[in-house]
């Protein structure tokens, strides 16, 4: 059976977690935003050159694989 010392030392540690006083939690916005804009970029280079990107791999798998 917890004490009331363990306890309170529970609810204390739970505190300091939720206040966000923890140097260690890290900046989970930014690199949300980071990732977000990350596959923005990708998407928005992927979209209009799509053909030509297939083409390209493509192209280089062939000339790979028909060295051998």
Do not use: C, H, Q
């Amino acid at each position: 059976m917890p004490t009331f010392t363990g306890v309170l030392a529970a609810l204390a540690a739970l505190a300091d977690r939720l206040r966000g006083d923890d140097p260690e939690r890290g900046d989970v916005p930014g690199w949300v935003m980071i990732t977000v804009m990350t596959a923005a970029l990708v998407l928005a280079i992927l979209v209009p050159f799509r053909e030509a990107i297939v083409a390209a791999v493509t192209n280089a798998l062939a000339s790979v694989t028909a060295g051998g």
